[in-house]
Structures are given as C-alpha cells and as structure tokens.
C-alpha cells in the first residue's frame, strides 16, 4: 500500500472559476463535488460544470456527482479501511477523486478497469504520479478483496450506526426520525432519498387521458404515474422537449397534490409568496386563469427570472414581484399560498447535497422563520378568504406544529380540509392536512394545511 498523500488544505491543483470541465463528464463529476465541498449547492453546480459536455455524457456526470454526494458516509467508511491512515489526512481534491472512483467501482456498472483507470488519470491531473499512484493502489486493492467486512455497523444490533453510516445519513437526522417513526418505515426513507428520484411532469391540461401513455413529439413518451392526477413519468426524451412541446411542468408527485389540494376553486387576488422556481405557481395560474389578479413574490430575483421565462412560455397572465414575504407587496389578498422555506426533508433525494447542510440549529432557525412569515401573511388574507401554509419538510416542527402554534396565535382562522376529490384520501390525516410521504409513496415529501379566516 503506497502512502496516502500529506495534507494540503485545499482543492489540490484546482484552477481559479474559469476552469473547464471539457468533454469528460468524470472530470465534470469531479468540479461538482469540489464546487459542493465549498458551499456551492449541487444544481448551481451541476448547471455550470455540465454546460460544456455533450448531453450523452450529461447523465454520466450528473449520477457520479450526485451518487457520490448522496452516499458519502458509505464511500468514506470504506475508503477509512483501504487507506494507511485517516481520510481527513488526504488532500481535498484526492478525496474527492477517490470517491468518485469507489463509487463507480460498487454502485454503477462501470467496469472496474475503467473505473480505477479513468480515476487514476484524474489524480494524475491534479496531484502528479503520486497521487495516481495512491488511487492505484486504493482502487485495486478495493477491486481485489471486495467489500471489507465490518466496514458498517450492524443494520439489527446497531440500526441507528448503519442507517448513519451505511444509510449516508447525518446521525442527528436519524436518531430524529428513529424517534417518532417504526424502524421499517425510516429504512425505506433512507433507501428512497439514496435513490435517484424518476423525472415526472404535471400536466397543465386537464384533458390528458390518465390512462394513456402520451406521445406529443417524437423521441417523446409520457407514462402515466397511477394515483397521481395529472402526472406523468417521462419514460423517453428530455424534459425540456416536453415542456416545449405540450403545457406542463416538470413536478414531482407530491408538489404536485400540494397545487391540488389548494383547490379547484378559489377566489382573487390569489398571492403566492414565496414562489420561485415556481412549479406550484404555474399549477396554480394555469387552474384558475379567472383569479384575478395573480401575484407571485420571491425574495430572489434570480429565481424569479427563470419563474418569468416559464410565465411567457405558458402564455400566462401572472404579476411578478420581488419582494420578502415578512414585508408582503400587496395589502390584501382572497387566496395566499406560502411555500415556506424549510429543512428539506422530504426532498433529500433530489437535492444530495442537502443532508449535508442541515443541523439542529438550521432546523430551529427555519421554523422561527416560517412563525414570522405565517404572522405577516395571515393579516393579508381577507375575511372569509384561504390560507394554505406548505412545506416539503417531514419535520413536525415545521408542519402540524407550526400549523398549530398559528391557530393558537390567530384564532380568527380555522382548518378546512378540502374536497375529497381533490386528491387521494390515503394522504390526508385526521386534521384534513396533507401528508406525502416518501417510504409509503416512493416520491418526494410534502405536508401542507388549508386554513380559513373566519
């Protein structure tokens, strides 16, 4: 075994931002994971780093980065046994490259060649003949004897060490969850968020049969997702294509019974307040074109110019505003939407790098900020009018007992489930909130509650 690497701290060779990925959807892979390890979230560096490959080799780069990220605690515990000495000791950027060469070695059908090759090329790049020499090593040496045997904690003595470990999970988030939900039901969580999540679009047009495969364009087809109103799964094609070629957007299962569950009817001025990127928006206008007017506010300018693109593509007729929801930009309104920030939970697998960020004070911050940001909207809602308040967090703090803590606070409003044709009867609860969850659906999460002023 060569010796690891003496610490640099730091991305090893990295160039300045201008440094190209060019047509190697490994080394794109590689700047990904780089461009996360400093803080950059995983699709802003996704969108940068793949712009210059070919869209072939697009999905490679996308499923090493987003694996890698995903199962980090599995590839580290392993690396941890395979090296002389602690992964912390290693050089950034040969972190990195092991990872990404572990990776494709136990979780893709790379071939083990090609995978310790391609991955002893990128060291090489970045560290020189040793740092090859060091993957060369690790890599076959993983290739050679397999998995190591007690890499990972027990999944029956210690469930709570391997879904951490095994599972690539923060402990804090775990132990949260062992709390409150049966041991089966997180493992399946764990699996779901592990798993790259399909593509699915909504819709817009509510005569799409929900029987029928659906074929707009060539190199286009559309599976219906059964249970789901209006969704289907994109089983050939891109998303772009279909976007362009029939009203729609792309949306998991679960945002999308969020925009169902606000309703079928329902009056202006409709505010949607924290909006962007906008896919519940678009349902929402889309539905119910004679709600005027329709408002959507976001404190980000960034995300509302990409909400206006899909706007101008759907020929809708929506106000955009900039503007932070505890400081609303209009005086009243018969419908408010708040989409509130949130820790994420429920959507870990389509955002890989998001485990990694949260922490229990992350956790207590957000639901002071969604207390703050349900107070100022609720003095916008007229009497008589609707305020659905959502999430796609699992956390209870951040979903029912929110909700709660609100009715205690405002006694002028009441819970009003809706309709029950409105969506599936399996995700309502007692209270007539709406409750997706992952290990029972296989989609995203998302929690979200109709309130009404008296």
């Known amino acids: 075994m060569g010796r690891a690497l003496q610490p640099v701290h730091g991305h090893a060779g990295l160039k300045s931002d201008r440094e190209t990925t060019g047509d190697d959807p490994r080394l794109a892979a590689f700047y990904i994971l780089c461009d996360v390890d400093r803080g950059v979230f995983a699709d802003h560096a996704a969108s940068r780093r793949l712009a210059n490959l070919r869209a072939s080799d697009r999905g490679l780069a996308l499923e090493l980065a987003y694996g890698t990220t995903r199962l980090r605690s599995r590839l580290d515990a ?16 040969v972190l990195q490259w092991l990872r990404l060469g572990l990776y494709q070695l136990r979780e893709t059908r790379v071939p083990d060649h090609a995978a310790v090759d391609q991955t002893v ?14 993957a060369n090593a690790v890599l076959r040496r993983a290739v050679r004897e397999g998995r190591p045997e007690g890499a990972f904690p027990d999944p029956e003595d210690d469930p709570e060490g391997h879904l951490t470990v095994w599972g690539s999970h923060p402990r804090w988030l775990i132990r949260r ?16 968020d592990n798993r790259a999540p399909p593509v699915t679009v909504r819709v817009l047009d509510g005569d799409a049969d929900p029987d029928r495969h659906l074929t707009p ?22 998303p772009e294509e279909v976007v362009r070629s029939l009203p729609s957007v792309v949306q998991d299962p679960a945002a999308s019974a969020v925009v169902d569950y606000v309703g079928d009817r329902f009056d202006g001025p409709v505010l949607d307040a ?47 505003l900039r503007a932070d929801a505890r400081s609303p930009a209009i005086g009243s309104a018969r419908t408010v939407l708040l989409d509130a920030p949130c820790t994420g939970t429920g959507v870990l697998r389509r955002r890989p790098d998001a485990r990694w960020r949260l922490g229990q004070d992350k956790l207590e911050s957000l639901v002071a900020l969604q207390g703050e940001l349900l107070d100022a909207v609720a003095g916008l809602v007229e009497p ?3 305020l659905v308040y959502a999430t796609c ?27 029950s044709s409105w969506v599936r009867d399996e995700t309502m ?26």
């Open 78 to 93: 392993e690396l941890g046994l395979l090296l002389d000495r602690p992964i912390h000791h290693l050089d950034a950027g």
């Open 121 to 134: 090329r990128g060291l090489k790049s970045i560290g020189g003949p040793k740092a090859g020499g060091l």
């Open 177 to 192: 969850w062992l709390f409150r939900l049966p041991l089966a039901s997180v493992r399946r969580l764990v699996e779901n």
């Open 217 to 238: 364009v060539d190199g286009v087809r559309l599976v219906p997702e059964p249970g789901w109103r209006g969704v289907f799964r994109v089983d050939e094609g891109r």
């Open 274 to 320: 924290c909006s962007a990127p906008g896919g519940k928006t678009l349902g929402l206008a889309w539905r119910t074109r004679g709600a005027r007017p329709f408002v959507a506010a976001d404190v980000s300018g960034r995300r509302l110019g990409r909400l206006r693109e899909s706007v101008a593509r759907l020929g809708l007729d929506v106000c955009l």
């Open 384 to 386: 008589g009018g609707l």
């Open 393 to 419: 967090s699992l956390e209870p703090e951040e979903n029912e007992q929110q909700v709660d803590s609100f009715l205690a606070r405002h006694g002028g409003f009441r819970r009003e489930p809706p309709e």
């Open 429 to 454: 609860d007692t209270n007539g909130d709406l409750r997706v969850l992952p290990w029972k659906w296989d989609t995203d999460g998302a929690f979200a509650s109709r309130l009404r002023r008296s």
